[in-house]
């Protein structure tokens, strides 16, 4: 069974809790102890009914408050599929924490309150799914029951939001009408209050959305996490190299080149849990064992020889800021990419990115907590990069602080100087 990794966002009080508390109660995914504290708790909706978006809301300042904070995951299964939930706030303040439970997502689930229509946060989340790169976006028009199953007002807001996505690097667009409340459309469909709306549930369109094809396997890149050296009476010559193969394939007899010190190589054999594989492919953990002896450790790159690849220390990429101390040109900070570590400074600032509009604001001298911004990056050690838009798994990284080292920042490379 394969995983479908999703986000659901959107404004405050969109829903978003309840939507994933409904679909984990209506396919009998909640122990009897969770059941048992959520209605001890006392929290109960209009109609008496238990307040399911207490499944999520866990921190206590999220639950004294009805909003949610952190980025909470959750998770199920089907017949059909296995799902890994991340349920990420709705107010402005925590725009990062939606950055990093999106960071992973195949499928970004939006919602848009029926009443309201498409809001400011509605935009912003649907912007931030676009430049992460999430190839499929549901739009769930939730509350429908609060304007009495109106197919006019699901059609105008389903138009509206249309009209703003032309803007948006988005490939495959669907929208739901949805009551997560009543639990209409979630997992079965609505024929009694919607007859009008003829397409799929929730559930079943994320059943059926594919996410195989979400996979670079043209580009390789296998990232050495660490060398395995047994040095035992039965192995002691073996020498193997684990990581995860994040794009791309792997077999005995493909020619290699390491990066970034440019030694040729063969793979000799690709193995799992003791046993040798045919082929290992993205997303696979694996050891790789090479015909030759070279000199490779942690952070080097194992990529397909036939490719000419090279290295770069200077490039542009899309940041978010995610720390209160501003971000200004010449700050000097360490970027980590897969498993690399190395020591980088932001040389310039092109623009700061209106989240709204999508519009480039320039001669910017500083960002603050939760800007979107483009910049210019050197680092201290040559990196293999890979544009964002065409390989996610490697052309993404995070920035953290040199000496508190706290994540400061996440970003997407943009373009490459060689």
Known sequence: MDILRFITAGSVDDGKSTLIGRLLYDTKQIFADQLEAIESSGRVNEDGQIDLSLLTDGLKAEREQGITIDVAYKYFSTEKRKFIIADAPGHIQYTRNMVTGASNSNLSIILVDARKGVQEQTRRHSIISSLLGIPHLVICINKMDLVGYDEQVYNEIVADYQQFARKLNAKDITFIPVSALKGDNIVEGSDFSMPWYQGPSLLEHLEQVPVSQDFNLED????????????????????????KVISGTYKAGDKVTVQPSGQTTTVKSVELGGKVLEEAFAPMSVVLQLADEVDISRGDVLVKAADNLEVAQEFEAVVCWMHNKALKPGAKLLLRHNSTETRCVVRHIDYKIDINSLEHLEDIDQVQLNDICRVQIKTATPLLLDKYANNRANGGFILVDDTSFATVGAGMVAEIEF
């Open 220 to 243: 390789a890149r296998f990232p050495v996490q660490y060398v395995i050296r047994p040095l035992t009476a039965e192995h002691h010559d073996y020498r193997g190299y684990a990581g």
